[in-house]
């Protein structure tokens, strides 16, 4: 049974990394048409350099994926600390509003910026983006942030003010270190969200000003150009690594009950 | 050596009177106990005296001295938590040097008294470890060092043996009692284990409820307690309930007579004897002569043996249940079933309000 | 009680809440002018007969709310999405329990830790990529059709893209992961003294599955459900990369409303309506599970 059971999941993992490990294996194809077998190349990543478009919107994802960490790491560590630490009337709601953002379907969310920005002048582009990204992302950072907070001991800032620490001096000598690995984990949990995003990217973005998903999209509706394949492994193998660091974090800020 | 009161302090929770009016001193280089139910507010007091939570009503002072506004990183308090709240990411030294540190002593005077502290807590050379590498009894230990390096003025201990395994406990307990002697700090001890209580304490005050019900030395409070509360949770006590007359109560399970002073005749009184008090004669006991002023009749019902006490279930005439604690000098005094008398002097009946 | 508490506490009472407010004001603010009011106004919009901008005054209607009755073809679509979101569930769930409950209980220790990242692995990768990758695999000339040929050479040249199953294949691989959490998360919760109880009081295996084992996994099988169902009713990348022409959804028919046919009113009011669905999903749902999840 046990045998079993071992053999159907890596029947499933095979599934699951299939349509990845071909699309990987093309952008190392020499054939335009993608004919198998393979052929060995390295002319899509080559050609990848001189595009233009798809350059201009990695450049752009990246930017924002950069931004919408910094400030959602930011904004969602200090609405943490209040909602963690604090008790208050209307905290259970705040936390509820929180889920709307990951609960509501992109694309109702999406399409209602569109509304709204285009209705108060916001607009399009990478500014537009960067609100929708950062907004994307709160959520996320608030509860794996908030989460590593639950996991410290809330004495041990108690214990320092006896000691003679200040709650400020408190904070930033006991609570922060002992934070700081599910602050990092957040931060890169939302790059990574900015990074992939899609729908509401589409909607946000101009002709002009996109992201790589988005752009990706646009060239996949045109028309097959293998550079996609090229600049979608470089992708994978950018997100795959996050996530690695990602889950490494977790682990060491995660533990419980460490002393 | 500091002497703290807590005057008249009252705190509110949640509209809850958490503590109602309690005023207690706390005698300078002497260990006292806050003995009380969960519930009882010790805790709260204790967090109170330390700063920790401000009081709604009342002062703290040391000394004579109004401290209920002076924050807590300025009251120079040493507190350890029931959890201990050992920095998880400094080492041991690090841990005990911290308060050190934010008096301004540093340096080389720094690490003298850190030594010290450790030495005092048997925990020299381990000033290199983690907290998560101690054991439970150790990270104890650090933590009480941490507390007693900076000579606080008051050194307060919330509930600090309740992680530990029993043998351990007893141990410590010991331990505790030495380290406080040694650095002759005034002494505040929460806890709901009245052994602990019974043991450490140069003092002990009961709580239930917010309210003090009972202040004094460990066999002053065992000896006379003062309330069937008091009774019942600083050991055992069998209690005798009736009309007061001359020199005792009549109770259903006979006239009870007490050495101490009794309400008016004709009134509700209650008298609270402890089961060690009681004497066991019967069939098998070989002498039935005492001078014991109170003798009733009962029926065994059960026997607890424990090595080397022995706890006898009794039940009264008017069948209320009795219990004696007696030391298994002899083998067996009683059986179940059978019909013993039981006999203690009047100086052990103690009138207690209800 | 004749005494007042409460003028002592009132200034750091105050005090304290000055201070919540200034660190949750920010992020708020933000989800406010990014989610909320957005919201808001699109729900305003879907009570306009025409988007507000121009000169000519606001007229109100519900006609966009009654869309599914004028215009029936939105009710085929509909049916068409929930389809989708159907099958994808089902496949999912059939596909995805065993798979749990196998990494929950066959594996152990290491292994299962990096089977687990190799589950969750991809779902952290871009959704756009792998779609994309299942047309390099579907379509003509494309590995399925490389591998036929391998073994019938005369066969004619096969394509599944642009087809229904093709997107329900794209849309199972995408959220599977999903499902596969939420299974795992309830199968691993599984005492092992209860199936030991069962079989001491003589259960065989098949009936451990169904009364112990199942039972248990329901909290992860319906949550992964709500996971899964409601994004794929409004997902509009899926069916038109790999369904073409076939690939007309609620998802599609609402983004061609605001990047086509600029009939906002009606695309808002299509969201509006979709959401409801989704809100009541989530009622019954939140009925049937445990308070886990909200208690976050």
Redesign the interface.
């Given at each position: 049974m046990i045998a079993f059971g071992r053999i159907y999941l890596v029947v499933i993992i095979t599934f699951l990394y299939l349509p990845i490990a071909v699309m990987v294996a093309m952008a190392f194809n020499e054939s335009e048409l993608y004919t198998l077998p393979i052929e060995p190349s390295l002319r899509w990543f080559a050609k990848l350099a001189a595009n233009a478009p798809l350059l201009s919107a990695s450049r752009n994802s990246l930017l924002i994926a950069f931004a919408t960490s910094a400030i959602a790491t930011a904004l969602g560590a200090m609405a943490a600390l209040a909602l963690e630490r604090r008790q208050f009337r209307g905290r259970t709601l705040l936390r509820l509003l929180l889920l709307p953002p990951i609960a509501i379907p992109w694309l109702i969310i999406g399409t209602a910026m569109l509304v709204f920005f285009f209705w108060t002048g916001i607009g399009r582009g990478l500014h537009a983006l960067l609100i929708g990204h950062v907004a994307l992302a709160i959520p996320y950072v608030v509860l794996i942030v908030g989460a590593g907070l639950q996991t410290l001991q809330a004495d041990l800032e108690e214990a320092a003010m006896s000691l003679g620490s200040t709650p400020v001096h408190a904070f930033f000598m006991i609570t922060l270190p002992l934070w700081l690995p599910s602050v990092a984990a957040a931060a890169l949990f939302a790059f990574a969200v900015s990074l992939d995003q899609f729908v509401i990217s589409y909607f946000l973005s101009t002709p002009g000003v996109s992201t790589l998903p988005v752009e990706i999209y646009s060239s996949i509706r045109k028309g097959f150009t293998p550079e996609i394949n090229a600049i979608s492994t470089i992708f994978l193998a950018v997100s795959s690594a996050l996530i690695f660091v990602f889950a490494q974090l977790s682990n060491l800020g995660g533990k419980r009950g460490s002393g | 050596m500091v002497r703290v009161e807590a005057c008249s302090i009252?705190k509110?929770y949640g509209g809850v009177?958490v503590l109602d009016q309690v005023s207690v001193a706390f005698q300078p280089g002497l260990l006292t106990s806050l003995l009380g139910p969960s519930g009882s507010g010790k805790t709260t007091l204790l967090r109170v005296i330390?700063g920790?939570v401000?009081p709604?009503?009342g002062e703290i002072r040391f000394n004579g001295e109004d401290v209920t506004s002076v924050p807590?990183?300025?009251r120079?308090?040493?507190?350890v938590?029931q959890?201990y709240?050992?920095?998880?990411?400094m080492t041991v030294e690090q841990n005990v040097v911290?308060?050190l540190n934010?008096?301004g002593v540093r340096g080389e005077a720094a690490r003298k008294e850190t030594a010290r502290a450790l030495e005092m807590v048997r925990l020299t050379g381990l000033e290199r470890r983690?907290?998560?590498e101690?054991s439970g009894g150790q990270?104890q230990r650090v933590a009480l060092a941490?507390?007693i390096v900076?000579n606080p003025r008051v050194l307060l201990l919330d509930e600090p043996l309740s992680a530990l395994d029993r043998r351990l406990r007893q141990d410590m307990q010991i331990e505790l009692r030495r380290i406080q002697r040694e650095s002759g700090l005034t002494t505040v001890f929460v806890t709901h284990d009245q052994e602990e209580a019974l043991t450490l304490s140069d003092s002990v005050a009961i709580l239930d409820r917010g309210k003090i019900v009972q202040e004094g030395t460990p066999g002053a409070i065992y000896e006379r307690p003062r309330t069937r509360f008091a009774a019942s949770f600083l050991g055992d006590a069998n209690f005798f309930t009736g009309r007061a007359t001359q020199g005792g109560v009549e109770t259903a399970a006979g006239l009870i007579l007490t050495g101490y002073a009794l309400p008016p005749i004709g009134t509700s009184a209650t008298i609270a004897v402890r089961p060690e008090k009681m004497k066991i004669f019967g069939a098998r006991s070989a002498d039935f002569e005492t001078s014991d002023e109170n003798k009733i009749q009962a029926v065994v019902a059960e026997i607890v043996y424990a090595g080397a006490v022995s706890t006898i279930l009794l039940k009264s005439a008017d069948g209320g249940q009795i219990k004696v604690l007696t030391q298994n000098r002899e083998m067996s005094l009683a059986a179940p079933g059978e019909c013993v008398s039981l006999a203690w002097s009047a100086a052990h009946s103690v009138v207690i309000e209800d | 009680m004749s005494r007042d508490f409460r003028a002592l506490t009132r200034p750091a009472l105050a005090r304290r809440r000055w201070a919540i407010a200034a660190l949750v004001a920010p992020a708020y603010g933000w989800l406010t002018l990014a989610v909320f009011l957005p919201l808001s106004a699109m729900l305003f919009f879907s009570f306009l007969k025409a988007a507000p901008f121009g000169t000519r005054p606001l007229q109100f209607t519900i006609d966009n709310y009654l869309a599914f009755v004028r215009r029936p073809y939105l009710v085929d679509v509909a049916w068409t999405s929930i389809q989708i979101g159907l099958w994808t569930t089902g496949l999912s769930a059939l596909i995805g329990l065993p798979a749990a409950m196998a990494l929950a209980r066959a594996t152990k220790g290491r292994s299962q830790q990096v089977l687990f990242l190799l589950i969750v692995l991809p779902f952290w990768t871009n959704g756009l990529v792998r779609v994309f990758s299942w047309t390099m695999v579907l379509r003509e000339g494309g590995v399925l059709d490389y591998a036929l040929h391998l073994v019938a050479p005369p066969a004619p040249p096969f394509s599944l893209l642009y087809s229904f199953p093709a997107i329900v294949i794209g849309l199972v691989h995408a959220y599977l992961p999903y499902m596969i959490l939420t299974c795992y998360l309830s199968a691993a919760a599984i005492d092992e003294a209860y199936i030991e109880a069962a079989r001491s009081l003589g259960a065989r295996n098949p009936m451990i599955f169904a009364k112990v084992i199942l039972p248990l996994c329901l909290p992860g099988l319906i949550s992964g459900s709500i996971l899964i169902f409601v994004p794929v009713i409004g997902s509009f990348m899926e069916p038109r990369i790999l369904g073409g022409r076939v690939g007309v959804t609620m998802g599609t028919m609402i983004e061609d409303q605001f990047v086509q046919a600029f009939n906002w009113p009606l695309g808002a009011a299509l969201s509006f309506t979709m959401l409801g669905v989704v809100l009541l999903l989530f009622g019954v749902s939140s009925r049937v599970l445990p308070r886990r999840i909200l208690a976050q």
């Open positions: - | 009252g509110l009177l330390g920790f401000a709604d009503e807590l990183w300025r120079n308090v040493g507190m938590f959890s709240a050992l920095f998880p990411h911290f308060g934010r008096r983690r907290p998560k101690l990270q941490r507390a900076t | -």
